[in-house]
């Protein structure tokens, strides 16, 4: 049972969230202490001051007395003081002669008394036979005699018991509430926490398809929770890629791989003449220089897809990479007897890598001459949203298109529409991989006819705002 005790509290101390709450706690609850300290010592001085000045104020009076009436004035005058019944339970009087001997008042003359001067004291005195405390002040008569005026103090300390025990009993209830919030504190974290913990088990589990339950509170929490599950998403996506790309790649180099070892051990044989040997190193070297371009498309949309920048990105001109990217195609197009054709209007800017925005768009051009068909007319259009602001770039031909069905299959890995054309089928992975990197939107339909394909960049970002973000 104890262990058990010393577990829980070890668990409660080592949380964070009660370590947290309970410094701010204290620290709110040491300023409350201040606070009440200063009141506390306020509220007594002000009290303190009130009596002193009543007691000097009274000695005054006492002494003018004495100025005008004489020692028999003032002896007169204290026994009524006395007698009046008015604050006569808390008044403190005291004159006695040159000789120490008590001429009227109230109170028993002892050696402090006696020997107290105008400096005003707090004393324990006998006051109608009952001990109480007061604060004298004394003052020395012409004739030598002395008078003693004091204010019993028992007010001050009732007030002074009840400030201190409501002060106590605050704290009291101040640190209770504290410890209490605090666990109180630690116990709702500690659940908003765990339904974290649980899925990010459930993940390492190999469960990817778990998600952190949304709160309906759009707090902190509920921020927390959305990036996260986003991340989660994306490492779903990632990780369904990684698997798919390992399928297809065995799938994909195993045919060529065994077409290598094959001809290898044809080439082995000893009756291999010169000319078979020759024929079989240009193969290999075929065969090898196609897997070296597969492996490297293959790093270059991982690198993509994983947000890698191999540059800064900087503003580019889309209109002049569409340009250089048309010239350069002119003549491919020209061999495939098609148009090839620019439409820009105006400078089209957009913030990337340059030389991955021509090469998407390279990809774009080079699979429309593929599968348009020879005569093609191929359109490549650069302009600017005029509402939205966003930079678009579209390729567009008058060929067969895609049929319906496998449009959601473009852009997979080694996936080719036509067997027949050459290519590795990896060339629109790469182009949305691209478009990603750049927070660009991939989209295509057919134009019946004809095939409609567009990159769509978000708001364009002028010189101004680069230099201004640097």
């Not at 007395?65 to 004489?70: C, E, K, S, T, Y």
């Not at 004298?136 to 030598?144: C, E, S, T």
């Not at 890698?308 to 889309?318: G, N, Q």
């Amino acid at each position: 049972m104890k262990s058990r005790l010393l577990d829980s509290l070890h668990s409660i101390w080592g949380s964070v969230a009660f370590r947290l709450t309970l410094n701010y706690s204290v620290f709110a609850l040491s300023t409350s202490l201040i606070l009440l300290a200063f009141f506390y010592y306020q509220t007594v001085g002000i009290l303190d001051s009130q009596f002193s000045r009543q007691v000097s104020t009274t000695a005054q009076r006492m002494s003018a007395h004495f100025d005008q009436r004489g020692l028999p004035g003032l002896i007169n005058e204290i026994n009524l003081e006395l007698a009046d019944h008015v604050n006569s339970d808390t008044e403190m009087f005291l004159l006695i002669d040159t000789q120490g001997k008590p001429l009227a008042g109230n109170i028993e003359p002892d050696p402090f008394l006696l020997a107290l001067e105008q400096t005003g004291a707090n004393h324990e005195v006998i006051l109608r036979g009952h001990a109480a405390h007061g604060y004298l002040v004394a003052r020395r008569l012409p004739d030598g005699s002395k008078l003693i005026v004091g204010h019993d103090l028992r007010d001050l300390l009732e007030i002074t018991q009840i400030i201190k025990r409501v002060s106590l009993a605050a704290i009291s209830v101040t640190a209770l509430l504290v410890l209490l919030g605090a666990y109180l504190f630690r116990r709702t974290l500690q659940r908003r926490v765990e339904v974290i913990r649980r899925t990010a088990w459930q993940i390492g589990a190999g469960e990817l398809t778990q998600r952190i339950p949304i709160a309906r509170r759009q707090d902190e929490f509920a921020l927390l929770t959305h990036d996260i599950n986003n991340m989660l998403d994306r490492i779903e996506l990632l990780m369904h890629g990684v698997r798919n790309v390992s399928d297809s790649v065995a799938h994909h180099l195993r045919t060529p791989l065994t077409r290598i070892l094959a001809r290898l051990r044809t080439a082995l044989r000893p009756d291999s003449s010169y000319d078979e040997l020759r024929n079989s190193i240009v193969f290999l070297a075929d065969e090898i220089e196609d897997l070296a371009k597969v492996s490297e498309k293959l790093l270059q949309i991982a690198e993509l897809e994983s947000g890698t920048r191999r540059k800064k990105f900087e503003l580019a001109r889309l209109d002049v990479i569409a340009s250089d990217v048309v010239d350069l195609y002119e003549a491919v197009a020209e061999e495939n007897h098609a148009t090839l054709r620019l439409m820009a209007h105006g400078p089209v800017s957009v913030y990337g890598d340059r030389d991955l925005l021509a090469g998407a768009i390279a990809c774009l051009v080079d699979n429309a001459l593929k599968y348009a068909g020879d005569s093609a007319c191929i359109r490549v259009q650069v302009a600017t949203a005029d509402r939205s602001g966003e930079a678009r770039i579209i390729v567009a031909d008058n060929g067969p298109g895609i049929l319906p069905d496998k449009h959601q299959r473009v852009g997979e890995r080694f996936y080719r529409l036509n067997s027949d054309v050459p290519g590795y089928g990896l060339g629109l992975a790469t182009v949305i991989a691209v478009a990603r990197l750049h927070g660009a939107s991939f989209d295509l339909h057919n134009t019946n006819p004809g095939l409609h394909v567009s990159l769509t960049f978000p708001v364009q970002i002028t010189p101004d705002e680069i230099a201004g973000g640097a």
